[in-house]
Protein backbone atom coordinates (compact mmCIF):
# COMPACT_ATOMS: atom_id res chain seq x y z
CA UNK A 1 0.00 0.00 0.00
CA UNK A 2 1.26 4.32 -0.53
CA UNK A 3 0.21 6.57 1.59
CA UNK A 4 -0.70 9.35 -0.43
CA UNK A 5 0.36 12.93 1.68
CA UNK A 6 -2.30 14.73 -0.65
CA UNK A 7 -4.65 18.40 -0.49
CA UNK A 8 -6.81 18.58 -3.58
CA UNK A 9 -4.52 21.44 -5.60
CA UNK A 10 -2.94 21.02 -9.61
CA UNK A 11 0.14 19.80 -7.76
CA UNK A 12 -1.81 17.08 -6.02
CA UNK A 13 -3.73 16.15 -8.96
CA UNK A 14 -0.29 14.76 -10.17
CA UNK A 15 -0.02 12.54 -8.46
CA UNK A 16 -3.58 11.17 -7.38
CA UNK A 17 -4.07 10.83 -11.28
CA UNK A 18 -0.73 8.95 -11.73
CA UNK A 19 -1.92 6.27 -8.78
CA UNK A 20 -5.35 6.04 -10.92
CA UNK A 21 -3.36 5.39 -14.09
CA UNK A 22 -1.33 2.78 -12.37
CA UNK A 23 -3.88 1.22 -10.32
CA UNK A 24 -2.16 1.35 -7.06
CA UNK A 25 -3.85 0.51 -4.14
CA UNK A 26 -3.71 4.15 -1.80
CA UNK A 27 -4.35 5.32 1.02
CA UNK A 28 -5.31 9.04 0.98
CA UNK A 29 -4.13 11.25 4.15
CA UNK A 30 -5.46 14.81 3.83
CA UNK A 31 -2.36 17.66 4.24
CA UNK A 32 -4.91 20.24 4.80
CA UNK A 33 -2.25 22.87 3.71
CA UNK A 34 -4.39 25.88 4.76
CA UNK A 35 -4.66 24.69 8.61
CA UNK A 36 -0.65 24.14 8.55
CA UNK A 37 -0.70 20.39 8.54
CA UNK A 38 2.60 20.40 6.39
CA UNK A 39 4.13 21.75 9.16
CA UNK A 40 3.83 18.78 11.24
CA UNK A 41 6.85 17.34 12.07
CA UNK A 42 5.85 14.19 10.66
CA UNK A 43 5.07 14.78 7.76
CA UNK A 44 8.49 17.72 7.21
CA UNK A 45 10.11 14.08 7.99
CA UNK A 46 8.90 13.16 5.00
CA UNK A 47 8.79 16.39 2.98
CA UNK A 48 11.35 18.26 4.62
CA UNK A 49 10.17 21.38 1.89
CA UNK A 50 6.58 21.40 3.95
CA UNK A 51 4.85 20.77 0.28
CA UNK A 52 2.08 18.49 -0.40
CA UNK A 53 1.96 15.74 -2.70
CA UNK A 54 4.52 12.97 -0.95
CA UNK A 55 3.93 9.46 -1.00
CA UNK A 56 5.14 6.46 1.96
CA UNK A 57 5.79 3.55 -0.35
CA UNK A 58 5.01 0.48 1.96
CA UNK A 59 5.20 -2.27 -0.74
CA UNK A 60 8.64 -2.56 -0.39
CA UNK A 61 10.87 -5.13 0.82
CA UNK A 62 12.72 -3.89 3.73
CA UNK A 63 11.68 -0.08 5.03
CA UNK A 64 9.12 1.97 3.63
CA UNK A 65 10.53 4.67 1.33
CA UNK A 66 9.20 8.17 1.45
CA UNK A 67 9.57 10.40 -1.79
CA UNK A 68 8.92 14.36 -2.15
CA UNK A 69 8.39 16.39 -5.18
CA UNK A 70 5.83 15.95 -7.60
CA UNK A 71 8.61 14.85 -10.42
CA UNK A 72 10.43 12.96 -7.98
CA UNK A 73 7.53 11.00 -7.07
CA UNK A 74 6.08 10.28 -10.95
CA UNK A 75 9.77 8.89 -11.61
CA UNK A 76 10.21 6.65 -9.04
CA UNK A 77 6.57 5.26 -9.42
CA UNK A 78 7.10 4.92 -13.27
CA UNK A 79 10.07 3.41 -12.65
CA UNK A 80 8.67 1.03 -9.76
CA UNK A 81 5.64 -0.41 -12.16
CA UNK A 82 7.61 0.23 -15.61
CA UNK A 83 4.77 1.73 -16.67
CA UNK A 84 4.05 5.55 -18.14
CA UNK A 85 7.31 5.58 -18.89
CA UNK A 86 10.27 4.99 -21.69
CA UNK A 87 11.94 1.73 -21.49
CA UNK A 88 14.82 3.26 -23.70
CA UNK A 89 17.97 5.40 -22.66
CA UNK A 90 16.88 8.60 -24.65
CA UNK A 91 13.45 7.90 -23.83
CA UNK A 92 13.78 7.70 -20.10
CA UNK A 93 16.56 11.39 -20.71
CA UNK A 94 13.33 12.83 -22.44
CA UNK A 95 10.93 11.64 -19.36
CA UNK A 96 13.30 13.41 -16.67
CA UNK A 97 13.83 16.60 -19.09
CA UNK A 98 9.85 17.45 -19.34
CA UNK A 99 9.66 16.55 -15.47
CA UNK A 100 12.57 19.43 -15.00
CA UNK A 101 10.81 21.75 -17.17
CA UNK A 102 7.67 20.97 -15.29
CA UNK A 103 8.69 21.39 -11.78
CA UNK A 104 11.03 24.50 -12.45
CA UNK A 105 8.64 26.14 -14.90
CA UNK A 106 5.18 25.49 -15.91
CA UNK A 107 4.54 24.83 -12.03
CA UNK A 108 6.09 27.58 -9.82
CA UNK A 109 5.12 30.40 -12.60
CA UNK A 110 1.69 29.39 -13.08
CA UNK A 111 1.23 29.06 -8.53
CA UNK A 112 2.57 32.49 -9.00
CA UNK A 113 0.32 33.60 -11.80
CA UNK A 114 -2.19 31.61 -9.57
CA UNK A 115 -1.46 33.05 -6.32
CA UNK A 116 -2.16 37.02 -8.16
CA UNK A 117 -5.18 36.08 -9.42
CA UNK A 118 -6.66 34.16 -6.79
CA UNK A 119 -5.03 35.12 -3.16
CA UNK A 120 -3.34 37.87 -2.92
CA UNK A 121 -4.78 42.51 -2.57
CA UNK A 122 -6.32 43.89 -5.40
CA UNK A 123 -4.34 46.16 -7.64
CA UNK A 124 -1.17 43.90 -8.83
CA UNK A 125 -1.52 44.79 -12.55
CA UNK A 126 2.27 44.27 -12.61
CA UNK A 127 2.83 40.59 -11.24
CA UNK A 128 -0.77 39.70 -13.30
CA UNK A 129 0.83 40.69 -16.33
CA UNK A 130 4.71 38.90 -15.76
CA UNK A 131 3.21 36.09 -14.16
CA UNK A 132 0.30 35.56 -17.16
CA UNK A 133 2.85 36.15 -19.72
CA UNK A 134 5.12 33.49 -18.60
CA UNK A 135 2.47 31.03 -18.19
CA UNK A 136 0.81 31.66 -21.67
CA UNK A 137 4.85 31.33 -22.92
CA UNK A 138 4.90 27.86 -21.11
CA UNK A 139 2.08 26.79 -23.25
CA UNK A 140 3.73 27.99 -26.32
CA UNK A 141 6.69 25.69 -25.72
CA UNK A 142 3.92 22.77 -25.22
CA UNK A 143 2.18 24.03 -28.42
CA UNK A 144 5.42 23.34 -30.42
CA UNK A 145 6.49 20.02 -28.81
CA UNK A 146 3.04 18.89 -29.69
CA UNK A 147 3.40 19.92 -33.27
CA UNK A 148 4.14 16.32 -34.40
CA UNK A 149 3.32 14.43 -31.43
CA UNK A 150 -0.03 13.26 -29.81
CA UNK A 151 1.67 13.00 -26.21
CA UNK A 152 4.64 15.07 -24.86
CA UNK A 153 6.96 11.43 -25.29
CA UNK A 154 4.85 10.47 -27.67
CA UNK A 155 2.97 8.16 -25.78
CA UNK A 156 1.18 9.08 -22.52
CA UNK A 157 3.59 9.22 -20.19
CA UNK A 158 4.39 11.30 -16.50
CA UNK A 159 5.60 13.73 -18.68
CA UNK A 160 1.69 14.61 -20.10
CA UNK A 161 0.33 14.12 -16.17
CA UNK A 162 2.93 16.08 -14.79
CA UNK A 163 1.72 19.23 -17.06
CA UNK A 164 -1.53 18.75 -17.18
CA UNK A 165 -3.02 19.82 -14.07
CA UNK A 166 -2.14 23.15 -14.38
CA UNK A 167 -3.40 23.43 -18.13
CA UNK A 168 -6.44 21.95 -17.17
CA UNK A 169 -7.08 25.06 -15.31
CA UNK A 170 -5.90 27.58 -17.97
CA UNK A 171 -9.57 29.37 -18.21
CA UNK A 172 -9.26 31.50 -14.62
CA UNK A 173 -5.94 31.98 -15.21
CA UNK A 174 -5.96 33.21 -18.66
CA UNK A 175 -8.97 32.72 -20.45
CA UNK A 176 -9.26 30.57 -23.24
CA UNK A 177 -7.15 28.09 -25.21
CA UNK A 178 -7.79 29.24 -28.88
CA UNK A 179 -4.41 30.43 -29.08
CA UNK A 180 -3.14 26.76 -28.66
CA UNK A 181 -4.84 24.62 -30.44
CA UNK A 182 -2.49 22.04 -29.81
CA UNK A 183 -2.65 22.09 -26.45
CA UNK A 184 -6.46 22.39 -26.52
CA UNK A 185 -6.92 18.99 -28.20
CA UNK A 186 -3.99 17.62 -25.68
CA UNK A 187 -6.18 18.92 -22.85
CA UNK A 188 -9.25 17.33 -23.86
CA UNK A 189 -7.82 13.69 -24.78
CA UNK A 190 -6.32 13.72 -21.11
CA UNK A 191 -9.29 15.03 -19.55
CA UNK A 192 -11.51 12.20 -21.15
CA UNK A 193 -9.22 9.52 -19.77
CA UNK A 194 -11.24 7.69 -16.58
CA UNK A 195 -8.50 7.76 -14.57
CA UNK A 196 -7.50 11.37 -15.01
CA UNK A 197 -11.08 11.95 -13.92
CA UNK A 198 -11.10 9.98 -10.74
CA UNK A 199 -7.64 11.70 -9.98
CA UNK A 200 -9.05 15.35 -9.93
CA UNK A 201 -12.18 14.29 -8.37
CA UNK A 202 -10.15 13.30 -5.17
CA UNK A 203 -11.38 15.24 -1.69
CA UNK A 204 -13.02 17.49 -4.43
CA UNK A 205 -14.99 18.89 -1.98
CA UNK A 206 -12.21 20.14 -0.20
CA UNK A 207 -11.00 22.35 -2.45
CA UNK A 208 -10.38 26.45 -1.63
CA UNK A 209 -13.11 28.13 -3.07
CA UNK A 210 -11.92 31.44 -2.18
CA UNK A 211 -12.43 30.90 1.72
CA UNK A 212 -7.91 31.71 2.21
CA UNK A 213 -6.22 34.52 0.76
CA UNK A 214 -3.24 36.25 1.40
CA UNK A 215 -5.21 38.72 3.74
CA UNK A 216 -6.99 36.25 5.98
CA UNK A 217 -4.54 33.73 5.93
CA UNK A 218 -1.11 33.82 7.56
CA UNK A 219 -0.38 29.66 7.44
CA UNK A 220 -0.16 29.43 3.94
CA UNK A 221 1.09 32.82 2.78
CA UNK A 222 3.96 35.06 2.71
CA UNK A 223 6.04 32.29 5.08
CA UNK A 224 9.87 33.96 5.42
CA UNK A 225 12.66 31.60 6.98
CA UNK A 226 11.08 32.72 10.33
CA UNK A 227 7.44 32.22 9.93
CA UNK A 228 8.37 28.55 8.48
CA UNK A 229 10.27 28.15 11.33
CA UNK A 230 8.00 29.21 13.65
CA UNK A 231 5.00 27.29 12.45
CA UNK A 232 7.19 24.19 12.35
CA UNK A 233 8.36 24.54 16.36
CA UNK A 234 4.36 25.66 17.19
CA UNK A 235 3.49 21.95 15.40
N1 LIG B 1 7.52 21.66 -6.50
C1 LIG B 1 6.49 21.06 -5.69
C2 LIG B 1 5.37 22.05 -5.44
C3 LIG B 1 4.38 21.56 -4.42
C4 LIG B 1 3.52 22.71 -3.88
O1 LIG B 1 3.76 23.89 -4.16
N2 LIG B 1 2.52 22.35 -3.05
C5 LIG B 1 1.70 23.36 -2.43
C6 LIG B 1 0.24 23.17 -2.72
S1 LIG B 1 -0.13 23.28 -4.45
C7 LIG B 1 1.83 23.26 -0.90
O2 LIG B 1 1.95 22.19 -0.36
N3 LIG B 1 1.81 24.41 -0.22
C8 LIG B 1 1.93 24.49 1.18
C9 LIG B 1 2.67 25.74 1.61
O3 LIG B 1 3.08 26.51 0.73
O4 LIG B 1 2.80 25.96 2.81
C10 LIG B 1 5.97 19.80 -6.39
O5 LIG B 1 5.92 19.81 -7.63
O6 LIG B 1 5.66 18.81 -5.70
Redesign the pocket.
Known amino acids: MIDLYY?P????W??SIALEELQLAYNTIP?E?GA?D??DEAFLAI?P??????IVDHDVAGEAVSV??????LFYLANKTGKLIPQDEIGRKEALEWLFW??ANQ??LA?QLSHFVNYAPEGQDYAVQRYRGEYQRNLAVLERRLASRDYLLGEYSIADI?AFPWVLIAKPLTGSLDDFPRVSAWRARIKDRPAVRRGVDLLKNRQNRGQHNAQNNR???N?GAEHFLQASREK
Open positions: WTPNGKVVIGQFSNAKMPAFESGAIQTGPGIVLFQ
